[in-house]
């Protein structure tokens, strides 16, 4: 069975910076993609950052050129490098595994809090 743990969100000051990780462990090996979403109150899950295994990285517009992805494939882990950060940047954040970009992820972390407030 895949498993996903997040760690690295919290409370920051717009501005500051955060850096996520995501460890995969068990089954994974069929998944090529690794990505992060996020979930605000009230609105829907989108995505943020994926990475391929060969490091083949896609961002959301509301993002780029803030956030940066990047993937240690022998330690299984994806990082999400946000600065920059914006109170719309409140949202829990979800690690995510899949087999291409364009497809829905297969499984989810268990989200990680991250919070952009005076």
């Known amino acids: 069975q895949v498993q996903l743990v997040e760690s690295g969100g919290g409370l920051v000051q717009p501005g500051g910076s955060l850096r996520l990780s995501c460890a995969a462990s068990?089954?994974?090996?069929?998944?090529?993609?690794m990505g992060w979403y996020r979930q605000a109150p009230g609105k829907q899950r989108e995505p943020v950052a994926t990475?391929?295994?060969?490091?083949?990285?896609n961002y959301a517009d509301s993002v780029k050129g803030r956030f940066s992805i990047s993937r240690d494939n022998a330690k299984n882990t994806v990082f999400l490098q946000m600065n920059s950060l914006k109170p719309e940047d409140t949202a829990v954040y979800y690690c995510?595994?899949?087999?291409?970009?364009?497809?829905?992820?297969?499984?989810w972390g268990q989200g990680t809090q991250v919070t952009v407030s005076s």
């Open positions: 995510s595994l899949g087999l291409v970009p364009t497809s829905p992820p297969r499984y």
């Open positions: 068990g089954s994974w090996f069929s998944f090529n993609v």
């Open positions: 990475i391929t295994r060969g490091g083949s990285t």
